[in-house]
């Protein structure tokens, strides 16, 4: 080794020693480069190849070498052994600092209540898809094209077959063309309606849809159904009741409300004096629609609920805006 060959080892040992980030990489440089058969003993040895003239030079630079590194490696191994020490100082028992940790918005609080009270008696989640085709979203569901549902001022159109989603309905039949008897299905999702924004109203709004179907299932299913929900959303004093109504996919179709949770149905402020609240949209799913998917002897009900008039009722929300304005002062009352 020459005198050159010497000061290109010390730039790399050096940065070796240097870049060694923990005990193991620490011993390991030490070894490879002290320890008794390192590099730095060889060079030793080999001094009495060099050049006589470069000798004295040679023997300082790789002392100078020698101590360097010892240095670099002690003072490493120094400063991660007090890191130690401060770590097994620290009382990992303390209770921790609070962070502002972000929690769920009233709507999503509203669905997964809603999903869990009919996951208790065996209904499953099942999702559609926001961008519907109006196969699924008006026809299969028995939606005529004359419909007024489909004109140009109620639905976001975006051409001739696809648009947002106005309701969860299409789901039902996704799932009953995927899927063969029995089925017992709540969809919850977003749903689209060209409405302009007031207290009551949004462009952007949430459903949950439900839908049962199986051999005999009645009108009768429905109503306790419907009647077990009440119940576990508004306590067990909550009154039911069906007026009828009319839904293209549903025949006979109802509409169902709740005793009014404010005044108990004597009449107040927020049933606006009738004692009811109105709370879902339901029926027997239509023959029609089960021929859409293909499906023989069975009946089924279907139901389905705005997200946000519960919420709204549940919370007493006095208008729909607040639920998407993203106001911390609002959404930290939750
Ligand atoms: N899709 C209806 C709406 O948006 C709500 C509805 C009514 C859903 C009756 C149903 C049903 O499944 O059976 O107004």
């Known amino acids: ?47 009495k190849n060099v050049a006589p003239e470069d000798r004295g030079v040679f023997g300082r630079t790789a002392n100078e070498l ?6 670099i490696l002690a003072t ?32 999503s609080m509203v669905i997964d209540s809603v999903v869990e009270v009919f996951s208790k008696i065996g209904f499953t989640v099942a999702e559609g898809q926001d961008i519907e085709d109006r196969y699924h979203n008006f026809e299969a569901l028995n939606t005529p094209m004359y419909h007024p549902s489909l004109d140009q001022l109620d639905t976001f159109w975006f ?14 039949i996704r799932v009953m063309e995927s899927q063969k008897p029995p089925v017992r299905i709540v969809t919850p999702g977003r749903c689209y309606r060209r409405d302009t924004t007031d207290a009551t109203h949004s462009a952007n709004f949430h459903q949950i849809e439900g839908l049962y179907v199986d051999e005999n ?23 039911v009741r069906f007026r009828p109504h009319f839904f293209p996919f ?27 609240i109105e709370i879902a949209g339901a029926g027997m799913v239509d023959p029609r629609v089960f021929e859409c998917v293909g499906y023989e002897g069975v009946t089924g009900f279907a139901f389905g609920m705005g997200i946000e008039r519960i919420a709204m009722i ?10 998407y304005e993203n106001d911390a002062r609002f959404l930290n009352q939750f």
């Open 217 to 239: 299932v009645s009108l009768a299913d429905l109503k306790s159904v419907l009647a077990y929900f009440a119940k576990e959303v508004m306590g067990k004093d909550v009154k």
């Open 76 to 107: 490493a191994k120094d400063s991660m052994a007090s890191a130690d020490a401060d770590a097994s100082d620290f009382d990992f028992t303390l209770p921790g600092e609070w962070k502002n940790t972000g929690k769920s918005h009233p709507i």
């Open 314 to 323: 549940k919370y007493g929300i006095p208008d729909i805006r607040f639920l």
């Open 250 to 276: 549903t025949e006979p179709s109802v509409e169902c409300d709740f005793s009014c949770h404010v005044c108990g149905g004597k009449g107040c402020r927020v049933c606006k004096g009738s004692g009811w």
């Open 1 to 47: 080794m020459n005198l050159e060959e010497l000061s290109q080892l010390k730039e790399t040992a050096i940065s070796e020693a240097k870049a060694a980030s923990n005990v193991h990489e620490i011993e390991d440089v030490r070894i490879k480069y002290l320890s008794r058969k390192g590099v730095m003993p060889s060079v030793m040895k080999n001094l």
């Open 159 to 172: 051409n001739d077959s696809q648009l947002l989603r106005t309701q969860t309905s299409p789901v039902q």
């Open 66 to 71: 020698k101590n360097e590194l010892t240095t």
